[in-house]
């Protein structure tokens, strides 16, 4: 029996395969930590290198999460707005499945919070859609709760009663149960919910 005989062309295609996804999984984070070397001192270089990691990354994963984390981190600093949405929701196309729920969590947040410093109502309040639908999309109740109460507050901080109010309701209707009356087992997500009604009145 000769070598060529003793291997299935197919397990061997197999393997060769395998190799050459991990050297490109090599290749995309190398990739990205090359750009993220060049942030403090060339914002454009590095916005570059984030771009290329996408390009390169083939099915979305954690590296492309990455890259367009500082790709709408940097299009905010540089106040291009809406190249920041556009960039911002192919980033939420990535929780379902290229990341953890908690890095996706921690992320989103982080974002909001930087851009709840600028004076920018229209951006916050699509960035804050876009973020709702998507957690709404991944059924990530939890995060949906804590992001409307997030921006429940920013409504409150700026005055915006009508808004605040609107989602003051559509919170309450998440912790009912069929009947319409409160679900004893969301306890302190209504507590919230009462705490922010009675700062409102």
Known sequence: MSDEDMYDDEEFEFEYTDEDDE???????????????????????????????????????????KALKHIVRIHFRKKQYEELRKRYAEMLSYIQSAVTRNYSEKTINKILDEVSTADNVDLLQALYTMTLQALKEARNERLWFKTNLKLCKLWFDAEEYNRMQKILRELHKSCTTEDGSDDPRKGTQLLEIYALEIQMY
């Open 23 to 65: 050297e490109q999984d090599v290749d995309v984070e190398n990739q990205y930590y090359g750009a993220k070397g060049s942030l403090d001192s060339n914002a454009e270089e590095a916005l570059r290198g984030f771009n290329e990691v996408i390009r390169m990354q083939g099915e979305p994963c954690e590296w492309g999460f």
